[in-house]
């Protein structure tokens, strides 16, 4: 129905929902995302029972830093916390993002890694510190 | 003859009505977004950028184009503005190509600018970028086929979700939620401090056979969204789905997909059955 109606009323729409298509089929299998063309798996990748339960936190003027409770979107933080041992600058970024988003004066800055056993209780094996920060 | 008049003038009616309720849910997208420290501006020239393997961000990275809108803050702050101006604009001149063509650049713009500094593919602002489309086209034929193929795209999402499941198995995995939970909440789980939600989650990682419940209740769910392909008698129900769905995403996964909520307009009967 929607077709027949697309084809008769417009056949320009009609041609580019058919290569909208058929460029959502080749990325599809292709498994592989380009914008327009994304996958939406939603966790269907199979997680196996992790080994150890992996947490990191940031440690703010010797204060944990708690993230729920941030003036700004948890997720983002995360997804650069998780990326800052790949840069220097990354320390001074990060100061100028909580000094303007938290209103919060950064003097050291540090990221914990932490591992805990995977089954209840969750004991703390290992914490590594890796510093981010210091004025 | 009549009748035909009446039936134009309900369809320009519809199209003009359901542009401003998309109108004012980009807007409070953004607001949301901005209240996040989301805006571009915001960001504060972050270090780091992951294109994937998107080719259209290599595109936008190669030409320069991700650079100056990440660090340049003319660039951004402008970015940020126009993403607050134009649905207002939009709102108040449904009528005017004008301002949905350059909202739906800049909304693309922002989209891709934001997932390569969070070096992550985030999907919640797909709906946006589509509504962005759809508000386009200004001829009430078009916009309500376009509307439809919305539509299409909105069942394709939470449909193929079950797929996905399906194809890599994960549909059958014993024990998958409770250990995506276990990834997923690691800091809750191991915090002292118990909350409402730490304990809520604990109870589900202690007890497989309702986070399994869970798991499928959500892929049962999806599948779903497959009748919409073939009928829109069930819209009413699969708008109340699709929100059921991201409420449960929260509550479960403690993920923040509203934003991706634009998309269960089109789910809406006042709406979709005016403009066919």
Redesign the interface.
Same mark, same amino acid.
């Given at each position: 129905m929607f077709w027949s109606n697309c084809l008769k009323r417009d056949k320009l729409l009609f041609v580019f929902f058919l290569v909208f298509i058929i460029g959502q089929a080749v990325f599809t299998i292709k498994g592989v995302e380009t914008f327009p063309f994304w996958n939406y798996g939603m966790y269907s990748a199979i997680t196996e029972k992790p080994k150890n339960i992996e947490v990191t936190k940031l440690i703010i003027n010797e204060r944990e830093f708690n993230l729920n409770k941030a003036p700004f979107s948890k997720a983002y933080m995360e997804y650069q916390l998780s990326n800052a041992g790949k840069s220097e600058n990354f320390g001074l970024w990060l100061k100028a993002y909580i000094e303007r988003q938290a209103d919060i004066k950064v003097e050291k800055a540090l990221r914990l890694h932490q591992f805990y056993k995977a089954d209840k209780p969750y004991q703390l094996i290992r914490t590594d510190e890796h510093p981010i920060y210091e004025h | 003859m009549s009748t035909l008049f009446m039936s134009i003038d309900s369809r320009e009616h519809a199209r003009l009505q359901t542009s401003r309720i998309l109108a004012v849910s980009l807007l409070l997208i953004w607001i949301c977004r901005l209240y996040? @420290? %989301?805006g571009l501006s915001? %960001?504060?020239?972050?270090? +780091?950028s992951d294109t994937? $393997?998107?080719? +259209?961000?290599w595109l936008l990275d190669s030409l320069g184009i991700l650079n100056a809108l990440i660090n340049f803050l003319p660039v951004s702050l402008g970015i940020d503005i126009l993403l607050f101006v134009l649905p207002l604009l939009i709102f108040c001149y449904p009528s005017n190509r004008f301002y949905a063509l350059l909202y739906l650049p800049t909304i693309?713009l922002y989209? $891709?600018a934001y997932n390569v500094s969070? !070096? /992550?593919?985030e /999907?919640t602002m797909?709906g946006t970028?589509a509504v962005a489309f759809l508000l386009c086209f200004k001829e009430n %034929?078009?916009f309500s !086929?376009?509307f439809? $193929?919305v539509r299409?795209y909105s069942c394709f %999402?939470?449909a193929?979700?079950f797929f996905? &499941?399906l @194809?890599?198995?994960?549909l059958w995995?014993e @024990?998958?939620l !409770?250990?995506?939970l &276990?990834?997923q909440h690691? $800091?809750l789980? !191991?915090d002292s401090n118990n909350t409402l939600y730490s304990n809520w989650i604990s109870y589900l990682i202690?007890n497989p056979s309702l986070a399994n419940g869970l798991w499928w209740a959500a892929a049962l769910i999806?599948l779903s969204f497959i009748v919409g392909f073939f009928s829109k008698k069930f819209d009413s129900l699969l708008f109340l789905l699709f929100w059921l769905f991201l409420i449960s995403d929260f509550l479960v996964?403690g993920l /923040?997909f509203w934003e991706l909520g634009i998309l269960s307009i089109f789910f809406l009967k006042p709406y979709s059955q005016k403009l066919d």
């Open positions: - | 996040q @420290g %989301l915001q %960001l504060m020239q972050p270090i +780091f994937k $393997a998107d080719r +259209f961000y693309v989209f $891709a969070a !070096t /992550h593919q /999907h797909v970028i %034929l078009r !086929t376009v439809s $193929a299409f %999402l939470m193929s979700a996905w &499941k @194809g890599r198995s994960s995995q @024990g998958q !409770t250990n995506i &276990k990834v690691s $800091a789980i !191991t202690d999806e996964m /923040h």
